[in-house]
């Protein structure tokens, strides 16, 4: 088992001074030298690991977490891909890369954004090429997970997006006013009967040209989500900016961490203060107030204002409840019991742990918090093992700390004696998640800390290194936490969800009943023209497409619906039109609808792109365009 202490003395050397104002005035020496060391790696990012300090082998298991070939995983995990802009889909604990779901970019293996429909929907929701999924975080039914639906934000434009678990595919897209930038995503809990985007980027609003140098003016807001219409339901006005979000259990809290409570504009002003805070929104209260036309309707959505002086947060009911924890928080999760919602210190060594039931009781919010352990340097974000346990992240020590919260809450304030153990790392985590964690039962067996630099854990592949998923069996409180593998990532995963497998129920192929398109069964290929207009209704089945010609004249609007008529499962087609810049997917018994202007005179071979069968290579068919005139 590793030790805290002795990593702690091995790590508190190896970062350059920095001459900055301290950012931790309030600790000893020891602490102090590293946060010198802090404010060098936040602004850069480097010299916080040394390649040499591995950490040692003890805690290395690497037998553990085998999954032979052909057997299945116990768990999904889907992580947030970043700015690819995607989700990824493991299997845990193989983590092997079962699958990747494209959300806010075109994605040609899979024709999304090239079909009508998606197509439609990413303009509609924009029309921006990418965005920057965070945080996926699955559908629950009575604090579990229920394989309905997974949801995401946009970091980079303001945008959540909804994935169907049953396809494993991006079904809505919701374009939010009043904000630019959500980044976390969560649920109000028991039943997802609300999704939020948490505003960060605070801008003016509308943000139309006024107010362009007056930061003191912008403002940014909580978004609220219908999970069923995916239209926004409403919006609270907060003063500073917002962070990461997590819902409570018991349907009525909800909390948003913000760092930048001086609503500054450069880094050296956002961390001037020693506080920021954490919003608990009581989302009841602003139910009511919506009822009660409590509002003012901008962007076309009701707008609730939460900020201090409101009207709506005097007296003994406020909305929102601004709680003082230290310096500019980034991560709060709440704990499976739903008791406390514990907010990471990312700039002080502390985790900060909210009695949410306390914030009924007590006139200044800050007496709600019980609890405020000294952790580690840089704590990002904490998940659970079900047992009393909080696992949470430190950044500039790449390190993953093993703490017990009912001893923070007995514990003084500042103390390391919750502190279990430490794992080192490879190298500077993120987030980290633990099998389940967000439900009210954790599994307590696996953990991934999702680590934002390899450095020398890989074959170099040139500057741009991977990132480094590395998967840690934490189901052992004896042995202590093992690192059990590396995993290299594409940029960039932020969240993940770890669901068990059962309780998810893909479809293995298409229903028809569930496509917008009509079916094309075998027999009805056909074809329609009317003004300029050319409709082809056509299958495809091994090895061929509905008609081997397609005639049309230069000028005219033509749409393919293409059905895969196929039943058995796995067997794909596509419909390339490569000089059209076309290329949709069929899977089983899936009906895709592409429409374009054949605008240029000549042959173009048309051709599937899945390798179906041995006479895949002849599965094309001919588009012919006759010059018009
Ligand atoms: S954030 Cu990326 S590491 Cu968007 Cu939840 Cu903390
Ligand atoms: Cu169908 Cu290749």
Redesign the pocket.
Known sequence: MSDANTANERRSNDGPADDREPLFPRLPRRDFVKAGMAAGAIGSLAGCTSVLDRGSDDDVNSSRGDVPPGEHDEYYAFL?G?HSGEVRVYGLPSMRQLMRIPVFGRESARGYGYDDETRTMLEEAGGYSWGDV??PRLSQTDNDYDGRFAYV?D?ANGRMARIDLTYFETDAIVDIPNTQGV??ACARLPDTDLVFGVGEFRVPMPNDGRDLDDPGSYTSVLTAIDPDSWDVAWQVLVDGNM??GDGGKNGRWFFATGYNSEEAVSPSEMTGSDTDYLKAFDTLLIEDAVENGDYEEIGGVPVVDGRRDSPLNRGDEPIVHYVDVSKSP??VSVTPDGKYAIASGKLDPTCSVVDIERLDEVDDPTEAIVGRPSVGNGP??TAYDGRGHAYTTLFIDSQVVKWDIEAAVEAEEGSEDPVIEKIDVHYNP??LIASESYTAEPQGDWLIS?N?LSKDRFLPVGPMHPENDQLIYIGDDEEGMQLVKDTPAYAEP??ASIVKADKLDPAAVYDPADSDAEFVAAGEDDITREDGRVHVRMTSVRNEFGYPDVTVTEGDEVTFTVSNIEETSDMLHSLAIPEYDINIKMAPQETSEVTFTADRPGVYWMYCAYFCSALHLEMRARLLVEPSG
């Open positions: 947030g970043g965070h945080h934000n970091k980044h976390g962070d990461n980034h991560g990002l974000h993120g987030h999702l934002k932020h969240d």
